[in-house]
């Protein structure tokens, strides 16, 4: 198997004419109130790996579907990881990236925990800005609009036996993209799951695994059907400590200013939100710790008042104030329910630099051309 630091870093990408692109007038039309994930550009990004080859055939093509032979290894034993980025547009007209190096690593790191063969970063990194570049047309000019990247990588050996696959397809495709949760300064309620848990010491709740989120469904569905937003997931030892959302890293704000975010011990994602929300709040001379918190404990603290705000975040719901966590034995209530003032200076901060309305003094931002 390849690592990183194998082979040629780069490849030729071909791009194939597009027959049929959707037109000026229906691409306006479908992008005037995107949503979350169901408006897709005419683009993909399709690369093929084989053990002793590496990576090949590297396309920008028109976005179609796949033909997989029906033994292919991610159908049964469901090898498959992936990402999500935006791209965002600048006052200036040029198309920016927020920390794609990062999600680069994080597809590499996934593909330890998998056993699959590494997609070089430059690969990545090549695929995703030609994507942006060739679909730049689908940025929503909706608040808040941005195309939304997602390279996946999935095995594609034709063998039934369980193994890690010789053969892999790296995609990307993009889609055009508004709020994910409606209305961004409303308070999500949480159902907090007791009967289900989405990662286990030493499993892959750190990979940016489909299989993660395929174990999250029933609890989510748990959520909706009692009229909540989102689930939080308890560790799966001591069904006590906050561990964090189905798709979203959560923080804690308290009544001295700081804040508080579940530790990276391997169950949870390591999200590149989180991580930027832990830099840009020291930057603001806020104090932030990494530390298990109990649910018990954010009761006890929401009801005394200590605890003032929580927040989750992520690449799709950016940051989204807490309103309550529920569970069978009661509910609380976090702050005002509503946007807190440090959610909302932190979340300013971020899609400030996100967006090209403040100086990215950090070195998070690529241009895409
Ligand atoms: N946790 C999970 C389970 C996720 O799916 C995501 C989304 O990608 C996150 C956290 C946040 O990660 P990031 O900020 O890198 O998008
Ligand atoms: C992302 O934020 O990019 C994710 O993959 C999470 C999912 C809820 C869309």
């Keep these: 198997m390849l690592s990183p630091s194998d082979a040629s870093p780069m490849i030729d990408f071909t791009t194939l004419p597009h027959p049929n692109p959707v037109t000026p007038a229906e691409r306006a039309a479908r992008i005037a109130d995107p949503g979350f994930g169901k408006v897709f550009t005419d683009h993909m990004a399709v690369v093929r ?30 090898q498959e990881i992936f990402e999500g980025l935006k791209a965002y547009r600048h006052p200036d007209g040029r198309i920016a990236l927020f920390r794609a190096d990062a999600n680069a690593a994080r597809l590499v790191a996934s593909a330890g925990r998998m056993a699959m063969a590494p997609v070089l970063p430059p690969i990545f990194l090549e695929a995703v800005r030609r994507i942006v570049a060739i679909d730049r047309d689908w940025m929503p000019s909706v608040p808040g609009g941005t195309i939304y990247l997602r390279p996946f990588q999935i095995a594609t050996e034709v063998f039934l036996g369980v193994k890690p696959s010789t053969d892999y397809i790296f995609g990307v ?43 999250s469904l029933i609890a989510l569905g748990d959520a909706t059907k009692r009229g909540f937003d989102q689930v939080l ?34 169950t949870i994602l390591p999200g590149i939100t989180r991580d930027t929300i832990i830099k840009l709040a020291r930057a603001h001379g806020l104090a932030v710790r990494e530390e298990p918190y109990a649910i018990d404990q954010a009761r006890a603290d929401a009801e005394s008042g ?3 705000e929580a927040f989750a975040c992520g690449t799709a719901a ?3 104030p807490i309103a309550s966590m529920s569970m069978d034995d009661g509910s609380f209530t976090i702050g005002s329910g509503g946007m807190g003032q440090t959610t909302a200076r932190l979340r300013k901060a971020l899609v400030d630099i996100q ?15």
């Design 49 to 78: 790996y084989s053990e002793g080859k590496g990576w090949y055939d590297a396309q920008i093509g028109p976005r179609g579907t796949f033909a997989l032979d029906p033994s292919a290894a991610v159908l049964h034993y469901a």
């Design 173 to 215: 495709i993009a889609s055009a993209v508004g709020d994910y949760f409606k209305g961004e300064t409303r308070g999500v309620s949480l159902w907090v799951s007791k009967d289900y848990t989405r990662a286990a010491p030493g499993g892959t709740g750190a990979a940016k695994c489909g299989g993660n989120y395929a174990a």
């Design 233 to 266: 997931f308890l560790d799966a030892v001591e069904r006590r400590w906050i561990e964090e959302l189905g798709g979203m890293n959560i923080f804690f704000v308290f009544d001295d200013g700081s804040l508080l975010t579940p530790p990276l011990t391997g």
């Design 306 to 308: 200590r605890l003032v």
């Design 318 to 320: 950016v940051v989204a």
């Design 355 to 369: 967006f090209g309305h403040a100086p990215d003094e950090h070195g998070w931002i690529s241009y895409v051309d």
